[in-house]
């Protein structure tokens, strides 16, 4: 366990549908963030959050839209989603973002777009 | 930016057999580098990271890794493998001197035969 979870772990949807991942962390973090993992792709950083504001978005589609209600929720909204964001998605939350602290990463929500 | 180039994208090995996984990255600049585990059905876990100091390196479950900055490399390496280290291997590395947030190879399986 490390402190960070996701639900759910598996979702399938089809390409008209509307979801919302779920983060959650209990290690009193301020920075979280979410990630793409396609298999033998490098890990995409997709948004970080500190302190409940967006500090970073990496040209991510506008069909992927974040929320950080406070600093132990992180949510990812899905609506009209395309195959090719089939993926698993990952959370990951840190102390903070101006100096170095590990991520602690939830254990991701295996996403399947039909 | 940085980028990161893991050359093997599969590793299989016997029990008990010693083990090196590749790492390179791009910039000769001082970095911050990582490496993290990720077990079936997991999210990632950090093995070890390098920020100062000494170059050699030890992290959990036995890994090491040295840092080289001549070659910019950062292999990670274990002397003795078991069954319970096949898993996905990522190296990372971030700029200090930029974001904090990691850049990520695209991963090593390794697959540990009995």
């Known amino acids: 366990e490390t402190g960070v979870t996701q639900t759910p772990r598996h979702l399938v949807m089809g390409m008209t549908n509307k979801k919302s991942l779920k983060c959650e962390q209990h290690?009193?973090?301020?920075?979280m963030y979410w990630y793409k993992q396609s298999a033998k792709k490098p890990l995409e950083l997709m948004f970080v959050y500190s302190l409940e504001e967006r500090v970073e978005n990496n040209s991510v589609p506008s069909r992927f839209s974040p929320e950080c209600p406070n600093s132990s929720h992180l949510f990812l909204h899905l609506h009209t989603l395309q195959p090719e964001d089939s993926a698993l998605y990952l959370c990951?939350?840190?102390?903070?973002?101006?100096?170095?602290?590990?991520?602690?990463f939830g254990p991701g929500t295996r996403l399947t777009v039909l | 930016a940085q980028s990161v180039t893991q050359l093997d994208s599969q590793v299989p090995v016997f029990e008990e057999a010693p083990v090196e996984l590749r790492c390179n990255y791009s910039s000769s600049v001082s970095v911050y580098l990582f490496w993290y585990v990720q077990y079936p059905n997991q999210g990632l876990q950090l093995l070890l990271k390098y920020l100062s100091g000494s170059t050699l390196v030890k992290g959990i479950n036995g890994f090491e890794a040295e840092f080289n900055k001549s070659q910019t490399s950062f292999h990670l390496r274990k002397p003795s493998v078991h069954i319970s280290d096949t898993a996905e291997y990522f190296c990372a590395v971030s700029d200090p001197g930029g974001s904090y947030i990691p850049t990520f190879g695209r991963g090593t399986s390794l697959i540990v035969h009995p």
């Open positions: 290690l009193g973090h301020n920075a």
């Open positions: 990951a939350s840190s102390q903070d973002v101006e100096i170095y602290n590990e991520q602690f």
